[in-house]
């Protein structure tokens, strides 16, 4: 079982740099520049990860935050900044496309015609490998782009899966979260799509940095694993008020609404209506996606307002009902029962230990 957590481990490290490397590899043949490759060198924050996790955790994961996905994003994040930036991303004419067709095609005839002539070996497969770079090449870099965007959110979704599971999150937690990732992953990929296509929009560089910020902000949700722990609360929580019982209780809630008001659906809201509104931006998906991120925001702050209602209830309830309604763990005390409890309470409890229960020397049967 080590040995698997351990090639987990790696092998999701491994892809993380891999992709990578494949990033700053598009910005150096966009940027035409070798010293990009110097970008390779944030992966190295994730080779030290990769030796501490290995040293002092055995590959596990950590509680509530995974350094692998923070610095996988660190590492992938400028790369896509620098594409998205650069101005033949913004558009791909058909003529590049046609070349692009027509070089793909000669190039597959031309490595038939070798693999025909050459014997099978090294030589062979070192053509073949250069014949795929170089159509690989060819493709528009907005199509590159696009891709490196796709496969950078599949990416996060299917490392997360494949990481070993640290002590602070079950696998019905971690299923949990997976979910929440594949819905956020399409509305993220949705926003960037949707606003960088815009002409006006590449043509205010100011509102691309602006735009690339909330891209940037919403993708710091993914290290998190806060939207799906479940903290249990004491009984003495409860007795301090209603804020110190709402924020224990419903903590999952709480980040959960949180991220999607402040990180995703709230940000991409403001850019939205930004958008319609100053830069005269309207089309239908967009109208339609504004719709989406204002119902959505609406919708947690009625939860966030349900939830408030049910801790005042709560408190409101006796102390008895309260323990039963919420969950919360009683904390012993001399007698067996907890503060609040009555005795009538306790009798259908069959957990109470029998030395708990005070015995005088008056009803002891075993006096003389």
């Not at 959505?296 to 801790?311: F, P």
Request: contains cysteine.
């Amino acid at each position: 079982m080590d040995r698997l957590v351990l090639l987990n481990a790696l092998a999701t490290r491994l892809l993380f740099v891999l992709h990578s490397l494949v990033g700053v590899w598009r910005v150096t043949e966009v940027k035409k520049d070798p010293r990009y490759w110097l970008l390779a060198l944030l992966n190295l924050l994730l080779v030290l990860e990769t030796g501490l996790t290995l040293k002092f955790k055995r590959g596990r994961g950590y509680k509530w935050f995974s350094p692998a996905i923070f610095l996988y994003l660190v590492s992938i994040v400028p790369s896509l900044w620098l594409l998205e930036m650069h101005h033949e991303t913004q558009y791909c004419s058909s003529h590049s496309e046609g070349m692009s067709q027509n070089t793909s095609s000669k190039e597959n005839v031309n490595q038939t015609l070798i693999s025909g002539e050459q014997a099978e070996g090294t030589e062979d497969l070192i053509k073949t490998a250069k014949v795929f770079v170089s159509n690989l090449s060819t493709v528009c870099e907005k199509v590159w782009t696009l891709g490196l965007h796709q496969t950078f959110l599949l990416m996060l979704i299917i490392g997360r899966w494949l990481l070993p599971i640290g002590g602070g999150i079950t696998r019905d937690q971690l299923s949990q979260l997976l979910l929440m990732f594949v819905g956020t992953a399409a509305d993220i990929l949705e926003f960037t799509s949707e606003t960088l296509e815009e002409q006006s929009v590449r043509n205010s560089p100011a509102l691309v940095y602006a735009i690339l910020v909330i891209w940037t902000w919403s993708m710091l949700q993914f290290p998190l694993d806060l939207a799906v722990q479940h903290v249990v609360c004491p009984l003495s929580v409860a007795m301090k008020g209603f804020l110190s019982l709402f924020f224990c209780q419903y903590s999952a809630d709480l980040w959960n609404i949180g991220i999607s008001i402040f990180i995703q659906d709230g940000p991409f809201l403001v850019v939205r209506l930004v958008l319609m509104t100053y830069f005269r931006v309207i089309n239908q998906m967009l109208v339609f996606f504004a719709a989406k991120n204002f119902l959505v925001v609406v919708l947690q702050l009625y939860r966030l307002v349900v939830l408030g209602m049910d801790v005042r209830a709560a408190l409101r309830s006796p102390p008895g009902s309260l323990k039963a309604k919420h969950h919360c763990p009683c904390e012993p005390v001399v007698g067996g029962l907890s503060p609040g409890d009555t005795e009538s309470d306790s009798k259908g409890s069959m957990d109470v230990p029998l030395q708990a229960l005070p015995v005088t020397r008056e009803d002891s049967p075993l006096t003389p």
